[in-house]
């Protein structure tokens, strides 16, 4: 087994300034009139930069316990399979170094496996529905994970556990059944909601352990919290917020200096408590960690009172809590350097991408979109300087900033989330067939990587989804692999 070779990416420049061409009212009733859109050139079939460690994970023919391949280009720009299994019930999830995966297979006993490419082993953990979460930095050989009280129901009823990579030994951390479980950036610490209503807060520590989270010992007049979201540098953390008589807001937590804040109260009953398990308010921190952008009620129906009030839509809101603003639209992304906020604006059946200064002083129109509440397919380069979606023709385009010129890819339709290469060199996506495009910045020129061997579907019941992604080594080939004696593969 050769041991495994690292990809090192040159890293791409954040600091692009990024300029505005035009100044639109953020509610303004848009006339249909589009930036200009250009061609890109015609299909070639060189590629001028290889596109190793390219992956993508393969989930088919079960939506809830899918068939899962893996895939990689090497450094040969060769394509190899270098994983599969049957019915798979969590995972995969990968180590922080990618040299580790694992997963839990569907049945009989649930197991747990650990897949080690560097040994080129995989080995049975444990088995009874435990779901790893992620790998603790403090503790290498550990993994946090929870165990599913009903594997039917789905991954995220158990409570905290510890599972060693080593020989697969639980250690319990807590007994309260677990929501949203959300790591810091350092690994150190783990926020986590409990299940049921009304919701509780959790942080556990490798070193002291659980305690509960209590907004009103940060002086923030909420007793409940949840949905937690760590800002990038891990100096504070985000909580949804709900009160007795159901009113909720966003609180803004300081860990170390014990100072807290709640943004924007949602007075007009935005927790509605006649819902079984209702959901809080969770928002999406900047890259910046200055701002935080909430959508509300913006993926369809909801039994809440506020769907259907003035205060539904997008609200992005400064974290020191100095400033906030609302946006007729629903929240797609944040450009790498925190200068704009890419959303989707909805007028009956016009839907246009959108972008914004998150003090809400700029606004532009830059095309229409197809969007469904969803299903929106955008990406931005690492530099800010692309931004890549579906256009109304469900073709995939890209827009210059600052020229803010759309640039359509042609007959290529796009099925799935783009990617970009990691330093930007590339755009990647899946067309409605399966087939995976990889198109060259700056030129656009196309080429076709791979088609994916799609299952029959006969009955129109099976399921498939390619998901991209870069990995941090070259993976080996699956039949170099020693599995287990037990596993799900026929």
Known sequence: MKSKRRIFFAAANLALTLACAALFDPFQKSDGNAPPTVAAESLTQTISTPLTGLTYIIRKNDFSNPDIEIWQFNENGELIKAFEEKKILFGPVFSPDGGQMAYTGFGPDYCTFLANFDSGIVNLLTCGAHRIISW???????????????????????????????????QPLDTTPTWDVAI???GSLAAYQGLGYPPSSWLYSWESGNAAFNPREFGVNYPYA??????????????????????????????ESKAGIALHPFEDGSYDMSISDPTVPSATWSPDGRWLALDVCAHGPSQSSLCDSET???W???ADGQSEYQIAGRFSSWSPDSQWIAFVYTDGDLKELRISKPDGSETLRLAQVFDTYFEFNEAWSPDGKYLAFKNEGDEAAVVEAGIWQTISLGESEVNQNP???????????????????????GNW??????????????????????????????????????????????
């Open 184 to 186: 810091s950036p350092d």
């Open 136 to 170: 603790i930095p403090a503790q290498p050989n550990t993994a946090l994970a929870n165990q599913s009280f009903d594997p039917y129901v789905g991954s995220y009823t158990g409570a905290l556990e510890t599972i060693s990579l080593l020989d697969g030994s639980i």
């Open 312 to 314: 539904s839509g997008l």
């Open 445 to 490: 020129q196309l080429q076709q990587l791979a088609e994916v061997d799609k299952p029959e579907n006969p009955d129109g019941n099976t399921y498939t989804s390619v998901s991209l992604f870069w990995h941090p080594i070259i993976l080996p080939s699956f039949d170099t692999l020693t599995l287990p004696e037990e596993t799900n593969l026929p």
């Open 226 to 255: 949840g949905s937690p979201n760590w800002s990038p540098d891990g100096g504070k953390i985000s909580w949804g917020l709900v009160n007795e008589e159901g009113i909720s807001a966003v609180g803004v937590f300081d860990l």
């Open 316 to 318: 992005i809101m400064s």
């Open 419 to 441: 990617i970009w290469h990691p330093t930007g060199s590339h755009l990647i996506f899946i067309d409605p067939n399966y087939a995976i495009w990889a198109a060259e910045t």
